[in-house]
């Protein structure tokens, strides 16, 4: 019987095709024509080499917007893990009934525009926002405090955008943790807080690689909030390509900042999935 004949015959190659088709074409045929735009030395793109690259690589300051870029991926990542993990774990032990309230919550922000969160946290950050008003009133302070336009802006108002990348990751890995391994640790002596870092924290860790590989590509990549919660006073490497290519109309510059950002972020995804496949170990070994 032919494969046509019985649909259940039919090729996985042949099922997966579409999708395929996609990706080659909204995915890597943009990409390979960014790499071609960079691989250009001047703006007109008649000189094929690789000037742009040795460009950014031999300034200093381009590298320390990279280096800022990704410093900042880094800290929103650790931020969204401290905050993330408890709210996590309380929707694993909540009542049946008090889950979905929390799921609500956790999704809620994801119901929203980004632009719109990353609006909220400049009233609230304002010199004449919510939190300076407030601390005014109770009389903590007598002038108002610059809260925004400061790396700590961006750092918390990113983690908080963030944040359901990595909570909903951790939800489904604290979800399957056998009760019975938490039960057994306590009833051998080891306290709830051992516990948690011998017994629940290792079982939970690809859930948390998960989430950190998310929030850290969606952080470093935050044109939008990096740009408006941080005033245009710090310097990321979205709004840098932004500025090459449509203050100075230089694509090919801002093409080699874009392609450099990603193997940046690709040897992050490649580090975390390392770390991945020895925390699976370390749980099954």
Request: glycine share 10%; aromatic share 10%.
């Amino acid at each position: 019987m032919s494969a046509a004949a019985n649909p259940r015959l039919t090729p996985p190659l042949a099922l997966g095709l579409p999708l395929g088709l996609f990706f080659a074409v909204f995915v890597l045929a943009p990409m390979l024509l960014l790499a071609w735009v960079s691989l250009h030395n001047d703006t007109a793109m008649t000189q094929f080499g690789v000037g742009q690259y040795l460009k950014f690589l031999g300034d200093g300051f381009n590298l320390g917007i990279l280096g800022s870029t990704l410093w900042l991926g880094l800290k929103v990542t650790l931020l969204a893990a401290v905050v993330g993990f408890p709210l996590a774990y309380l929707y694993t032990q909540a009542p049946p009934r008090w889950q979905g309230v929390l799921l609500l919550l956790v999704l809620l922000p994801l119901l929203t525009s980004s632009v719109v969160r990353t609006f909220a946290w400049v009233v609230i950050l304002g010199r004449q926002g919510i939190v300076n008003t407030v601390l005014l009133d109770l009389g903590l302070i007598a002038d108002p405090l610059k809260l925004l336009y400061t790396p700590g802006a961006v750092t918390v108002a990113l983690a908080q955008i963030e944040l359901p990348l990595m909570v909903l990751p951790l939800i489904t890995a604290l979800a399957n943790i056998d009760g019975n391994l938490r039960q057994a640790s306590l009833a051998l002596g080891a306290g709830h807080w051992r516990t948690f870092w011998q017994v629940t924290l290792p079982l939970a860790m690809p859930g948390l690689l998960a989430g950190s590989l998310l929030v850290f590509a969606s952080s470093v990549s935050a044109f939008v909030t990096q740009t408006l919660v941080g005033g245009g006073q710090q310097m990321f490497m979205p709004f840098y390509m932004y500025q090459q290519a449509i203050q100075a109309n230089n694509y090919p510059f801002a093409a080699a900042v874009a392609m450099l950002l990603l193997v940046c972020v690709l040897g992050v995804v490649a580090a975390i999935n390392a770390l991945g496949r020895r925390s699976k170990g370390f749980v099954h070994g």
